[in-house]
Nanobody
Framework: QVQLVESGGGSVQAGGSLTLSCVIS????????TGWFRQAPGQEREGVAI????????IYADSFEGRFTISFDSAKNTLYLRMNSLNPDDSGIYYC?????????????????????WGQGTQLTVSS
């Protein structure tokens, strides 16, 4: 059984930093594409950043590149998202997700429907 368990969300003031974690277990392959998606109230789920399970070739959405850093620790099967310079527009529920495939491609960031497994989500609230 595939499980994705997120942690690390919370409330932070604008300009602050936070790191999200997602422990992935039970996926039937050592190679997959994984990443973070964000859903703000009343909006569709959007890609934040994705990376392959070797921890290579991160891909970021324009809104987050330069402020957020995605990484993957294959020894721990744990996905991270380091978020710096947070602003209120970053608020929302952050989900980690996994899809099959050895590599991630840019189009995978734009297509959350292609992901097979999702975590339960963790809330981020950034206050001004």
């Amino acid at each position: 059984q595939v499980q994705l368990v997120e942690s690390g969300g919370g409330s932070v003031q604008a300009g602050g930093s936070l790191t999200l974690s997602c422990v992935i277990s039970g996926y039937p392959s050592d190679h997959y594409c994984t990443g973070w998606f964000r859903q703000a109230p009343g909006q569709e789920r959007e890609g934040v950043a994705i990376i392959d399970s070797d921890g290579n070739d991160p891909i970021y959405a324009d809104s987050f590149e330069g402020r957020f850093t995605i990484s993957f620790d294959s020894a721990k099967n744990t996905l991270y998202l380091r978020m710096n310079s947070l602003n209120p527009d970053d608020s929302g529920i952050y989900y980690c997700a996994v899809r099959g495939g050895t590599y991630c491609y840019s189009r995978n960031l734009e297509r959350p429907g292609e992901y097979d497994h999702w975590g339960q989500g963790t809330q981020l609230t950034v206050s001004s």
